[in-house]
Each structure stands twice: as C-alpha cells, then as structure tokens.
C-alpha cells in the first residue's frame, strides 16, 4: 500500500512570495490533514478535511493561507504572501473516516528567507 | 481546552535498557484518545500506540507499552529494550472524541539511545 505523498519535499522562497504545497493521502481515506511544524515543537493542526469538505480549519492563519482539497482525494496548501515566521515542516496526514490512527507523510520543509 | 505536556526535552537511555517518556494532558471532555508517535530525523511521524479513556487495560504494541493514569491525566510511554534505532523525537497527542477530532499534540521529547 503506498502511503502518504507529498511533494516538494525541500522549498526556500523570499518573504512575500507565495508558495503550494501538495498532499495525496492513502487511497480510501477519506480524512486529510495538513500541520505545520515548527522547528523544536510538536506539529499543530491547521486544516482537516472530511472528502471534500472543510471539518476545522480554526487554527489556519485565513490571511495567508488556503487549502482545497475539490475532488476529495489530493489536496493543496498554499501560502500567499509568506512570512518568515511561516518556516516550518508542512506535514500532510490521512486516516480512514476519521479514525484514530493517522498516516503522516514524509513532510515539505519550507524556508523564508 | 485540550493541553499537552511532556516536561522531558531529551532523555539518554543505555542499549536494551527500559525508558519511559512523559505526558501529561489537559482536557475536559470525559471521552478522549491518546497518542504517541516517533519521528525519526527524516521527518515522518509514526504511529507507536493508542489508548482510549475508557479502556480498561493499558495498551501495549511490542516493546511499547502506555502507563495510563486517568487520575493524574498522566499517559506515559515506556519503551522496553530500548534498540539504537529508537532515537528520535516522541510526542504525545490527545484528541476528544466528544466536543471535537482536533489532534494536539506535546512539544516532544528527544530520545537518545547510547551503545
């Protein structure tokens, strides 16, 4: 079984540029996930979606950042303009319907410079 | 609101010794599940064990096993013969299964295996 894909796996851009990320989580599941991660702390939750649909995006800084996931399989984070604050790891995970365990994939490691 | 807190930022355990690696959470949701993942210095987080608040036996997976403490809200991770492998970075997680499915997650402890 493949697991979670993400890609570009490194990116370093110039404060206010902008910048996409792209997720295709486990064929099936249903839930995606998309974190950041900031060097030395544990992941936080910007965005789940349930199929195509949008389950919390509370935490996503909505200025800056979207993300759609339209055909409720692969799915795309997008950073306009960034910051510098926003270098960090941008990890995308799937689950099956919402289920506990989590697939994450190997991360993309943004810098701004 | 949820919370997680792990107090250990780097823990140095010896080659086939036992370790354990603390959490402890916050949360006022009487239904919640507990996580605790590795990552490795490539980046990716694995799935090492789950356990839910109404279980009634402490979960274990291999040489993983979950100290769970209800009362204290305290869901500690103990490693058994600990492997050179097992280096990496572990953090806890909770969601609440009742008021949300957000997972949070613990700032993380950086374990250190020596030969």
């Known amino acids: 079984e493949a697991g979670v894909a993400q890609s570009p796996r490194y990116k370093i851009i110039e404060k206010r540029q902008s910048v996409a990320f792209w997720c295709n989580p486990i064929?099936?599941?249903?839930?995606l996930y998309w974190y950041q991660q900031i060097l030395g702390q544990g992941p936080k939750l910007l965005i789940q979606?349930?199929?195509?649909?949008?389950?919390?995006d509370s935490q996503l800084p909505k200025d800056r950042f979207s993300a759609e996931r339209l055909k409720g399989v692969d799915s795309t984070l997008k950073i306009q303009p960034a910051k510098l604050e926003d270098s960090a790891v941008y990890l995308c995970?799937?689950?099956?319907?919402?289920?506990?365990?989590?697939?994450f994939g190997p991360g993309t490691r943004l810098t701004v410079l | 609101a949820q919370k997680i807190t792990q107090t250990q930022p780097g823990m140095f355990v010896q080659e086939k010794e036992a370790v354990t690696l603390d959490c402890t959470y916050d949360?006022?949701?009487?239904?919640?599940?507990l996580f605790w993942y590795k990552q490795p210095s490539s980046g990716e987080m694995i799935f090492l064990i789950y356990?839910?608040?109404?279980?009634?036996q402490n979960a274990t997976e291999g040489r993983y096993s979950l100290n769970f403490q209800k009362a204290r809200k305290s869901a500690n991770l103990v490693i058994s013969a600990s492997q050179l492998g097992d280096s990496a970075m572990y953090f806890c997680?909770?969601?609440?299964?009742?008021?949300?499915?957000?997972?949070?997650f613990g700032p993380g402890t950086r374990l250190s295996v020596l030969p």
């Open positions: 979606f349930q199929n195509n649909g949008v389950v919390d």
């Open positions: 997680a909770m969601r609440d299964l009742n008021y949300g499915q957000n997972f949070v």
């Open positions: 356990q839910g608040s109404y279980d009634q």
């Open positions: 949360t006022s949701d009487p239904s919640y599940g």
């Open positions: 995970a799937s689950s099956l319907n919402g289920g506990n365990e989590q697939f």
């Open positions: 064929s099936g599941h249903a839930t």
